[in-house]
Nanobody, 114 residues
Protein backbone atom coordinates (compact mmCIF):
# COMPACT_ATOMS: atom_id res chain seq x y z
CA UNK A 1 0.00 0.00 0.00
CA UNK A 2 1.31 3.43 -0.96
CA UNK A 3 0.11 6.99 -0.56
CA UNK A 4 1.16 9.44 -3.25
CA UNK A 5 0.76 13.13 -2.48
CA UNK A 6 0.85 15.92 -5.03
CA UNK A 7 -0.10 19.56 -5.48
CA UNK A 8 2.37 21.44 -3.34
CA UNK A 9 4.25 24.47 -4.55
CA UNK A 10 5.00 28.14 -4.09
CA UNK A 11 2.16 30.62 -3.75
CA UNK A 12 1.76 34.20 -2.60
CA UNK A 13 -0.06 35.02 0.60
CA UNK A 14 -3.78 35.07 0.00
CA UNK A 15 -3.52 32.48 -2.74
CA UNK A 16 -4.78 28.93 -2.93
CA UNK A 17 -3.47 25.43 -3.51
CA UNK A 18 -5.11 22.02 -3.71
CA UNK A 19 -3.31 18.96 -2.44
CA UNK A 20 -4.22 15.43 -3.50
CA UNK A 21 -3.23 12.08 -2.06
CA UNK A 22 -4.08 8.78 -3.72
CA UNK A 23 -3.92 5.40 -2.03
CA UNK A 24 -2.81 2.47 -4.16
CA UNK A 25 -2.03 -1.17 -3.67
CA UNK A 26 -3.97 -4.03 -2.10
CA UNK A 27 -6.88 -2.14 -0.55
CA UNK A 28 -9.82 -3.63 1.31
CA UNK A 29 -10.91 -0.55 3.20
CA UNK A 30 -9.70 2.99 3.73
CA UNK A 31 -10.96 4.41 6.99
CA UNK A 32 -9.89 7.82 8.30
CA UNK A 33 -7.77 9.96 5.97
CA UNK A 34 -6.00 13.17 6.79
CA UNK A 35 -3.31 15.76 6.39
CA UNK A 36 -0.59 16.81 8.77
CA UNK A 37 2.19 19.35 8.36
CA UNK A 38 5.64 19.90 9.74
CA UNK A 39 8.16 22.71 9.78
CA UNK A 40 11.84 22.18 10.64
CA UNK A 41 12.44 21.99 14.36
CA UNK A 42 8.78 21.48 15.23
CA UNK A 43 6.54 18.49 15.75
CA UNK A 44 4.26 17.31 13.02
CA UNK A 45 0.79 18.74 13.59
CA UNK A 46 -2.68 17.77 12.51
CA UNK A 47 -4.25 19.90 9.79
CA UNK A 48 -7.46 18.04 9.02
CA UNK A 49 -8.99 14.59 9.02
CA UNK A 50 -12.03 13.03 7.38
CA UNK A 51 -13.78 9.79 8.24
CA UNK A 52 -15.06 7.27 5.73
CA UNK A 53 -18.49 8.77 6.30
CA UNK A 54 -17.31 12.30 5.62
CA UNK A 55 -17.09 13.70 9.13
CA UNK A 56 -14.29 16.27 9.34
CA UNK A 57 -12.01 17.74 11.99
CA UNK A 58 -9.81 20.79 11.49
CA UNK A 59 -7.00 22.44 13.40
CA UNK A 60 -8.15 25.79 14.74
CA UNK A 61 -5.47 27.54 12.69
CA UNK A 62 -7.01 26.43 9.37
CA UNK A 63 -10.73 26.48 10.13
CA UNK A 64 -12.64 28.50 7.57
CA UNK A 65 -9.71 28.51 5.14
CA UNK A 66 -8.99 24.84 4.40
CA UNK A 67 -11.40 22.12 3.29
CA UNK A 68 -10.71 18.40 3.34
CA UNK A 69 -12.66 16.03 1.12
CA UNK A 70 -12.35 12.52 -0.24
CA UNK A 71 -13.40 10.42 -3.19
CA UNK A 72 -13.94 6.93 -1.86
CA UNK A 73 -14.22 5.45 -5.35
CA UNK A 74 -10.73 6.74 -6.13
CA UNK A 75 -9.29 6.22 -2.63
CA UNK A 76 -8.12 9.81 -2.76
CA UNK A 77 -8.14 12.60 -0.20
CA UNK A 78 -7.92 16.29 -1.06
CA UNK A 79 -7.02 19.44 0.83
CA UNK A 80 -8.24 22.71 -0.62
CA UNK A 81 -6.22 25.50 0.95
CA UNK A 82 -7.51 29.04 0.52
CA UNK A 83 -6.38 32.38 1.92
CA UNK A 84 -2.95 30.96 2.51
CA UNK A 85 -0.65 32.65 5.02
CA UNK A 86 3.15 32.55 5.36
CA UNK A 87 2.68 30.55 8.55
CA UNK A 88 1.09 27.77 6.49
CA UNK A 89 4.51 27.10 4.99
CA UNK A 90 5.43 23.50 5.79
CA UNK A 91 5.86 20.03 4.41
CA UNK A 92 2.39 18.52 4.18
CA UNK A 93 1.94 14.78 4.73
CA UNK A 94 -1.12 12.73 3.95
CA UNK A 95 -2.05 9.71 5.97
CA UNK A 96 -4.74 7.07 5.90
CA UNK A 97 -5.87 4.07 7.86
CA UNK A 98 -5.71 1.38 5.18
CA UNK A 99 -6.86 -2.13 6.01
CA UNK A 100 -6.50 -1.22 9.69
CA UNK A 101 -2.96 0.13 9.45
CA UNK A 102 -1.91 3.77 9.63
CA UNK A 103 0.04 4.59 6.49
CA UNK A 104 1.84 7.79 5.52
CA UNK A 105 2.68 9.33 2.20
CA UNK A 106 5.76 11.28 1.28
CA UNK A 107 5.58 14.95 2.05
CA UNK A 108 4.85 17.74 -0.36
CA UNK A 109 6.29 21.19 0.22
CA UNK A 110 3.97 24.16 0.48
CA UNK A 111 5.64 27.58 0.58
CA UNK A 112 3.65 30.77 1.05
CA UNK A 113 5.50 34.00 0.36
CA UNK A 114 4.55 37.27 2.01
Amino acid sequence: VQLQASGGGLVQAGGALRLSCAVSGRIFIVNDMGWHRQVPGKQRELVATITIGGRTIYADSVKGRFAISRDNAKNTVYLQMNSLKPEDTAVYYCNANVNGYDTWGQGTQVTVSS
